[in-house]
């Protein structure tokens, strides 16, 4: 569990960085454009380290920073999950 | 009043054709299937179950649009009589007002297709999108996407049932109205079709938001072209 506390849009609270609920939904992101299980864990793993290592010097960051920054790491990996990932706000 | 010979009933079915079509391009109904059936494949659902969600959707946007189009049917007809000759030009002018909101709010501006819909309302759609599990869920989600649409669905739908009932026979009403449900709900099928197909949803709202402008001025301009066609049809004298 990382000290960085993660600011929820439209809400005052804040609440810890959790590594596995990115990683979760990276995998879902993967899935829902049909990449492989094997190649979506893959992606969330690279994606999670890096975002580990972006978290490293702050203490508070928003959820929409993790996003961003999360779709940027994972368009190295797989462009068209990157891609879903990033619309999923933007979709409605 | 000519309500059966050829000249007005071609005039009237394409009337209805072109209210239908551009009912079509609205993008509530859209979005929310995609966000079903991403949430879907991101929880490994067959592809089965996927479909069943999908098609559990469609069938209750279709019947919710069958109910509004049936219940306003009935609103116009018991207020039909009250209607003058002096009246339709609400059928022009309220079409040219929908097409100025379209072009100016249906989409929010940046990236994406994020529509006009209340912030609150969207993250609401969102968050019962990804609780939807079974079939009933999914054709709840179905009818309420259907209903949230009204605000720019109610005038193509009572301009439709307005010239349904002073030129179609009752007996057809229940065909007609079918009908236009049904190419109203066909982008829903067609984007079904796509993901049973095997396509990604990257590929469907990437082509959306590459899209959403061409559909929102495709929309504005058929709806100002409709209101000019009723608008020429009504003043040589055909309809009244």
Partial sequence: ???TYVVKSGRHDSEPFDPLKLHGSIIAACLAVRAFEGEAHDAAEHVCRHVIDWLEDKTEVTSADIRRVSSEFLA?????????YEQHKLIL | MQPYSLESTWNIVAILLAFAVI???????VSVLTLLSGHSLGKKRSSCRLLGLDLAYIVGNFSMLMLVFGAILYAVFTAVNDISSHDWW??????VVVALVILSRYYRKGRGTALWL?????AYLTDRAKRTHNVFESLMLGAASALLELPFTIVP???SAYLMILFVRPIDHLMVASIYCFIVVTPLILTTILIA?????STIQRWREDNKAFLQYAAAAMLLATALFIHVFV??????
Avoid: C, N, W
């Avoid at chain 1, 190295?76 to 879903?84: K, L, R, V």
């Avoid at chain 2, 609400?90 to 079409?95: E, G, N």
């Fill in chain 2, 23 to 29: 009912q079509a391009t609205f993008q509530i109904s």
């Fill in chain 2, 157 to 159: 739908m009572t301009a």
């Fill in chain 2, 235 to 240: 003043s040589k004298g055909l309809a009244l």
């Fill in chain 2, 90 to 95: 609400l059928l022009v002018v309220a079409p």
């Fill in chain 1, 76 to 84: 190295t990996y797989h462009p068209e999950a990157a891609y879903m």
């Fill in chain 2, 118 to 122: 209340p912030r609150s309302a969207a």
């Fill in chain 1, 1 to 3: 569990m990382s000290d």
């Fill in chain 2, 197 to 201: 197909g095997g396509h990604r949803l």
